[in-house]
């Protein structure tokens, strides 16, 4: 057999359970493809009560453009990897072993070969699309200084989590998978505290809110909720979208909420007061937390999982376990997603039902999604298929059915 293909013959087991995966993960795509395009969107009168048929059209056009191309990154992606492996299968023979740091050099050459493929495909959908539809005001210089930026952390950090893992293969082959899991439990702990200090001021200037009437708003809304909120701040989006967001970040003493300038200045008072109720929710419920629980219990199965494997095939201590576990990694993260976007959306409605119950804002709530939806040009009722995949919220139309059902108890 071709020397390519030597992995069949050396290592079935890993062989196949890539090729399962892959299966699974094309199969996946294939079916979120053929009902992206092919499936249009049919909207009932009541979303028509709330949203223009122009609207509808183009939120459409937009997520189908935007789906498609995601789906096309991801296979490349998968497809690049396997080429990859292909190729460096057939230059490393089973059992070899590098020194750690031409280890890292090799990872870091996969990684910025994969994020030279995939540049073009990411600048069409990150600038050229957004700026088809409006939703974007970034200069491309800005645009590949946040990609640039982006970038070298996600490859720093695979550079970092890989070299140590073969470290691991290499030097403590029995326990590897165990010790590799704790330092990704601790790992994914610190990042979650660091990152509003650390990554997010990479991308956004914020500062402090200086609307003391809204403010004083904000804080009797988070003392409703039962929650100290140690900052309220407001993000320079507007420098970038249109697009107008809120999100809470971090853990201990660097939890906050972050908003958008673009909803201070183009939302009502009573909005945003909707929109704080809502990422309270998320601290009053400690989705935050949760989310970490889950993300560290998964992250310990798979790399029991992976040292079982590793161990029958005896791959350990082979710079080869490194790109497989790339390429594993990468169709495990995809064929997880529904389920975690599942998680997700349960959460999202924990904390619409929270920031109902605060502010018995019913109306602003309907309002608010209408405007936002309009914002952020979102689809307001995809197919089932595309929500339970792809949607880590629940769909706007769900959204306001569900405090219309709030107005009418």
Known sequence: MNSRFKILDSNPVIFWLIIILGSLALAVTLTILIVNLAIKPSYGPDTL???????LLRASA?????ITLSI?????SWAVMSVLLLIIWKYFTAGTRVNILAAAGYIALFYIVMSIILLPLS?????????????SVQTVGMWFSDYGKSKAIDIIISIGAMTGIYALLVYMPRYWWLIAA??????????VYLYPV???PLFYKFKKLDDGKLQEEILEITERAGIEVEEILV?????????????????????????YDNLIDNFSSKEILNVVAHEAGHWKYSHVLKSIGISIIGGFLGFFLLGLIFSRTGLKGDIRAVFILILITALVTFLILPFQNMVSRYFEKQTDEIALEITKGYDTQIILMTRLAESNLSNVDPHPVIKYILYS????MERIRYAEDGINK
């Open 198 to 200: 650390l990554i997010d």
């Open 182 to 191: 704790s330092v990704m439990a601790v790992f994914i702990v610190v990042a």
């Open 72 to 76: 096309i990154s991801r296979v490349l």
């Open 123 to 135: 600048f069409y959908r990150g600038y050229t699309v957004e700026h088809q539809f409006g939703q």
């Open 393 to 396: 919220h629940p769909p706007i």
């Open 62 to 66: 937009y997520g189908r453009i935007s």
């Open 49 to 55: 009560k709330y949203f223009s048929s122009d609207l």
């Open 235 to 259: 993000a320079d989006a507007s420098r970038r979208t249109v697009k107008a967001n809120a999100y809470f970040t971090g853990i201990g003493n660097t939890r906050r909420i972050v908003l």
